[in-house]
């Protein structure tokens, strides 16, 4: 779509630009090429000349167990958060929509806890879920020694992955709840009349109408759980035990800022980058075309 | 609605309740927690009723990890995003909308990429930049033998080198190089009549009159949805911040979470981590409940 009115100074148009150009190209493009100029050659930590190295540091990263871990680690935390988030949130909005008494009310709660900082959240969930105090010590005052996510990479695992979900129920919900609320009611009224009971309406009418939505959730979801879990793991976990939730951002991160690898890092976030575009343009060609009934 | 189902009924109420408790009791936990003292949060099973140092353990908590000039911080940095958003986003919608010139559609293309990569995955050569903002110029005369030309015929040596590190402009304006708010106006920037422009120019308005006196006042709602998104969205950053500010004084109220964790070894202090804990939620809880309207509004207008 295209204005048919403009106004004909150009030099007023571009100039209005132009901050965010130097934005973008300050914080934006320059940083993006120097972590593709960074992966290829090996940096020193603070300055003073590099080595180009061709493609050695993608060749040792994908190389080393730790790396090939860390991925292991994120795809199952986003596959395990993603699912949990996105099916509490698709029961809760699709009750909410039905409009009993109290659904205005649960419509403006279950929001809230996405506006909280991940790691604020990741310290509540740290003292709910430690193993000494709050509440799996009840648990394992039952059973001596079931939970511990400071020693079991699996505990440690599930608990990041609850702080997550619980956080992006609530983002969930909102999207969810306006794809229900977008349906025409004479549509399911028409249903209804023709003798569909609620389950039937949900499945055949109201599931595949709000598939776009779905899909558009499933990878903002998965791209979120790759860049918003690093607060989270950062106050709950530390990457530990045993590097068990040493996720990929978080691994960037230790990687560049505590062992000063800067080519190691930039490898890493070249990588991820390269994962992430993947995810948007599939978001983009693939869903946005191949889903959408209306 | 439609037809009388009092067991499904039931198994909604139900369900969403359940739903209800599992959204609000880590709040709830986290404030009960806060009033306990020491030994009392330690209980296994910890008590459910409030304990009675609530007061104590907040002044705790906020003396420990220095949370006012923190949190006054939090709110500078998450105002100036929020502030730099609205109105950078706004020129740049209104320059690809409302202009033709050349090579529009290739910024058009430059400013959309942006969407694709966050902060998180270029954080380390980002960090470089901001250490000293003026590199990718200095290195960019340098490739192309300006800054030797210059040398050469002024015999001033190029050295350009300002440090954004532990500046309130190093925390804000990285977080503000994306695109997110600059479709949410180019959408709407569509919708406004064009008739409406015709008039404008007609009774002799410029470009900038009409941006200033017309597009703006109709943007507002726009506006409000998306400062309050952008504002819940840089007050919860926490990687960047944790990188830009070495320095104490600059430090936000989230980084400062950190210094929070019970230590290892001695009773842990939960009862402190959890009041400051809470007074780190508070404030964008309450934007979420005053403002739920443009929080949702904005929410699923800048995302789609």
Same mark, same amino acid.
């Given at each position: 779509?295209?204005?048919?009115? $403009?106004?004909?100074?150009?030099?007023?148009?571009?100039?209005?630009?132009?901050?965010?150009?130097?934005?973008?190209?300050?914080?934006?493009?320059?940083?993006?090429?120097?972590?593709?100029?960074?992966?290829?050659?090996?940096?020193?930590?603070?300055?003073?000349?590099?080595?180009?190295?061709?493609?050695?540091?993608?060749?040792?990263?994908?190389?080393?167990?730790?790396?090939?871990?860390?991925?292991?680690?994120?795809?199952?935390?986003?596959?395990?958060? $993603?699912?949990?988030?996105?099916?509490?949130?698709?029961?809760?909005? *699709?009750?909410?929509?039905?409009?009993?008494?109290?659904?205005?009310?649960?419509?403006?709660?279950?929001?809230?806890?996405?506006?909280?900082?991940?790691?604020?959240?990741?310290?509540?969930?740290?003292?709910?879920?430690?193993?000494?105090?709050?509440?799996? *010590?009840?648990?394992?005052?039952?059973?001596?020694?079931?939970?511990?996510?400071?020693?079991?990479?699996?505990?440690?695992?599930?608990?990041?992955?609850?702080?997550?979900?619980?956080?992006?129920?609530?983002?969930?919900?909102?999207f969810f709840?306006a794809a229900f609320?977008a349906i025409p009611?004479?549509l399911?009224?028409?249903?209804?009349?023709?003798?569909?009971?609620?389950?039937?309406?949900?499945?055949d009418i109201q599931f595949p109408l709000i598939t776009p939505t779905i899909f558009f959730l499933l990878v903002i979801?998965?791209?979120?759980?790759?860049?918003?879990?690093?607060?989270?793991?950062?106050?709950?976990?530390?990457?530990?035990?045993?590097?068990?939730?040493?996720?990929?951002?978080?691994?960037?991160?230790?990687?560049?800022?505590?062992?000063?690898?800067?080519?190691?890092?930039?490898?890493?976030?070249?990588?991820?980058?390269?994962?992430?575009?993947?995810?948007?343009i599939f978001q983009f060609r693939f869903i946005e075309r191949r889903v959408h009934y209306r | 609605?439609?037809?009388?189902? /009092?067991?499904?009924?039931?198994?909604?109420?139900?369900?969403?309740?359940?739903?209800?408790?599992?959204?609000?009791?880590?709040?709830?936990?986290?404030?009960?927690?806060?009033?306990?003292?020491?030994?009392?949060?330690?209980?296994?099973?910890? !008590?459910? #009723?409030?304990?009675?140092?609530?007061?104590?353990?907040?002044?705790?908590?906020?003396?420990?990890?220095?949370?006012?000039?923190?949190?006054?911080?939090?709110?500078?940095?998450?105002?100036?995003?929020?502030?730099?958003?609205?109105?950078?986003?706004?020129?740049?919608?209104?320059?690809?909308?409302?202009?033709?010139?050349? %090579?529009?559609?290739?910024?058009?293309?430059?400013?959309?990429?942006?969407?694709?990569?966050?902060?998180?995955?270029?954080?380390?050569?980002?960090?470089?930049?901001?250490?000293?903002?003026?590199? /990718?110029?200095?290195?960019?005369?340098?490739?192309?033998?300006?800054?030797?030309?210059?040398?050469?015929?002024?015999?001033?040596?190029?050295?350009?080198?300002?440090?954004?590190?532990?500046?309130?402009?190093?925390?804000?304006?990285? #977080?503000?190089?994306?695109? &997110?708010?600059?479709?949410?106006?180019? =959408?709407?920037?569509?919708?406004?009549?064009?008739?409406?422009?015709?008039?404008?120019?007609?009774?002799?308005?410029?470009?900038?009159?009409?941006?200033?006196?017309?597009?703006?006042?109709?943007?507002?709602?726009?506006?409000?949805?998306?400062? &309050?998104?952008?504002?819940?969205?840089?007050?919860? =950053?926490?990687?960047?911040?944790?990188?830009?500010?070495?320095? =104490?004084?600059?430090? &936000?109220?989230? &980084?400062?979470?950190?210094?929070?964790? !019970?230590?290892?070894?001695?009773? /842990?202090?939960?009862?402190?981590?959890?009041?400051?804990?809470?007074?780190?939620?508070?404030? !964008?809880?309450?934007?979420?409940?005053?403002?739920?309207?443009?929080?949702?509004? %904005?929410?699923?207008?800048?995302e789609k």
């Amino acid at each position: 779509m295209e204005k048919r009115v $403009t106004f004909s100074r150009r030099t007023i148009g571009i100039l209005f630009a132009v901050p965010q150009l130097l934005l973008i190209f300050t914080f934006f493009y320059w940083p993006a090429g120097q972590a593709v100029y960074w992966s290829l050659t090996l940096q020193q930590p603070w300055g003073g000349g590099n080595i180009w190295v061709g493609l050695d540091n993608f060749r040792s990263i994908l190389s080393s167990a730790d790396y090939w871990n860390s991925i292991a680690a994120s795809l199952v935390f986003a596959a395990i958060s $993603t699912g949990l988030a996105m099916f509490v949130a698709l029961v809760l909005a *699709a009750l909410t929509d039905r409009q009993l008494t109290g659904s205005r009310f649960y419509r403006v709660v279950l929001i809230w806890p996405y506006g909280i900082a991940a790691p604020a959240l990741a310290l509540a969930f740290r003292f709910i879920l430690a193993p000494e105090a709050g509440f799996m *010590a009840v648990v394992n005052q039952a059973w001596p020694g079931f939970w511990d996510p400071g020693l079991d990479g699996v505990d440690a695992m599930a608990s990041i992955i609850a702080a997550f979900s619980w956080k992006y129920v609530g983002y969930n919900f909102i999207f969810f709840l306006a794809a229900f609320q977008a349906i025409p009611r004479s549509l399911i009224e028409a249903a209804a009349m023709d003798g569909s009971g609620v389950i039937r309406r949900f499945r055949d009418i109201q599931f595949p109408l709000i598939t776009p939505t779905i899909f558009f959730l499933l990878v903002i979801n998965i791209t979120e759980s790759f860049q918003d879990s690093f607060g989270i793991v950062d106050i709950m976990t530390s990457g530990g035990p045993a590097n068990a939730t040493n996720l990929m951002v978080y691994k960037i991160y230790s990687d560049g800022f505590k062992g000063l690898d800067y080519s190691g890092a930039a490898a890493q976030s070249i990588i991820l980058m390269l994962l992430i575009i993947v995810l948007t343009i599939f978001q983009f060609r693939f869903i946005e075309r191949r889903v959408h009934y209306r | 609605m439609v037809e009388r189902t /009092p067991i499904l009924n039931f198994v909604t109420h139900l369900v969403l309740f359940i739903g209800f408790v599992l959204a609000v009791a880590p709040f709830v936990i986290v404030a009960i927690a806060a009033s306990h003292n020491l030994k009392d949060v330690n209980d296994v099973p910890m !008590p459910l #009723l409030p304990g009675s140092d609530f007061w104590l353990n907040i002044k705790t908590a906020w003396t420990t990890a220095d949370l006012g000039p923190k949190l006054l911080n939090s709110f500078i940095m998450a105002a100036g995003v929020a502030a730099g958003k609205v109105i950078i986003s706004a020129l740049t919608a209104f320059s690809i909308v409302y202009f033709r010139y050349p %090579g529009r559609t290739f910024i058009f293309w430059l400013i959309f990429v942006t969407l694709m990569l966050p902060l998180e995955v270029r954080i380390v050569p980002t960090y470089a930049v901001v250490a000293n903002v003026l590199s /990718p110029y200095q290195t960019i005369l340098d490739v192309t033998g300006l800054s030797w030309l210059i040398e050469k015929i002024s015999g001033v040596r190029i050295a350009l080198s300002f440090g954004l590190l532990n500046s309130y402009t190093g925390l804000i304006l990285p #977080l503000i190089a994306t695109a &997110t708010g600059t479709f949410l106006y180019r =959408q709407f920037f569509l919708t406004v009549p064009d008739e409406l422009t015709e008039a404008a120019r007609m009774d002799g308005a410029g470009a900038l009159r009409f941006f200033i006196d017309i597009l703006l006042p109709l943007s507002r709602t726009n506006m409000a949805a998306l400062g &309050t998104i952008m504002f819940l969205w840089a007050w919860n =950053q926490y990687l960047w911040p944790l990188l830009v500010t070495t320095d =104490q004084s600059h430090a &936000t109220a989230v &980084t400062e979470l950190k210094q929070l964790i !019970p230590n290892i070894g001695g009773i /842990p202090e939960w009862n402190i981590a959890m009041a400051g804990t809470l007074i780190v939620m508070l404030p !964008p809880l309450i934007v979420v409940v005053a403002m739920q309207r443009w929080f949702v509004r %904005g929410l699923i207008a800048t995302e789609k």
